[in-house]
């Protein structure tokens, strides 16, 4: 265990991303190649961290509710009758990131004469797709998820199920304390336990290697 942070179970797991990122970083002294999550942190901002470090997030796809919209390789969109989209501008959206709109291209840059049955063309305007057009969002779409190095990120997923595992045993889902930070100072204590065991564990291993060699 390197970094954590105490929420409420009301709190959406991705909102855990930022301050437990920014934890590891300073227990490592460095910033990681490659990150690796579920889908509930399928969200730009987490390939975005991996970005700058020539890594990969290997975090599985999710729509989130959100109509799809086929992405070709180079990033370009497609609309939902399967053609492929015409660049507009590019702006900055309200989140922060970089973005590239996608419109109709029966319509733009010039109409083409050609007809489609979708809602959005019979109202004048065909449809538009505003796309993430930084580096992590370009990624988020475009990572090839059935490749060899995502899986093998995406496999060390299983050591965070393993600590879930042994935080559980320890009492971490039933704190019998009563308030916001007693319930953070038991799950301190509940992680320098699961540590300290780890570290054992190694001390042990580490001792039974040398006495082979």
């Known amino acids: 265990m390197l970094a954590e942070y105490a929420q409420p179970f009301n ?21 990681p190649t490659h990150l690796t999550a579920d889908a509930a942190f399928d969200a730009c901002y987490i390939y975005e961290a991996a970005a700058p470090h020539d890594g990969i997030a290997a975090v599985p796809k999710n729509q989130h509710g959100h109509p799809t919209f086929q992405r070709d390789a180079d990033g370009i969109a497609r609309c939902p009758k399967g053609l492929r989209m015409t ?103 509940i992680y320098v336990t699961i540590n300290g065991r780890a570290l054992s564990r190694a001390k042990s291993i580490n001792k039974g290697l040398l006495q082979m060699s």
Not at 111 to 128: L, M, R, S, V
Not at 162 to 183: D, F, T, W, Y
Request: glycine share 6%; aromatic share 8%.
């Open 11 to 31: 709190e959406n797991d991705v909102t855990y991303f930022r301050p437990l990122s920014h934890r590891a970083v300073l227990a490592l002294n460095r910033f």
């Open 87 to 189: 660049p507009v501008f590019s702006f900055e959206h309200t989140r922060g990131s970089r973005a590239l709109r996608f419109q109709c291209p029966l319509l733009l840059p010039a109409p083409t004469g050609e007809t489609c049955d979708h809602a959005q063309f019979a109202k004048g305007i065909g449809c538009k797709k505003d796309v993430n057009w930084e580096r992590g969002g370009l990624m988020r779409v475009q990572l090839d998820r059935s490749g060899p190095l995502y899986k093998a990120i995406s496999t060390q997923r299983t050591s965070c199920e393993r600590i879930n595992s042994q935080a559980k045993e320890l009492g971490i889902e039933r704190p019998k304390v009563r308030n916001r930070r007693s319930v953070a100072h038991l799950n301190t204590l």
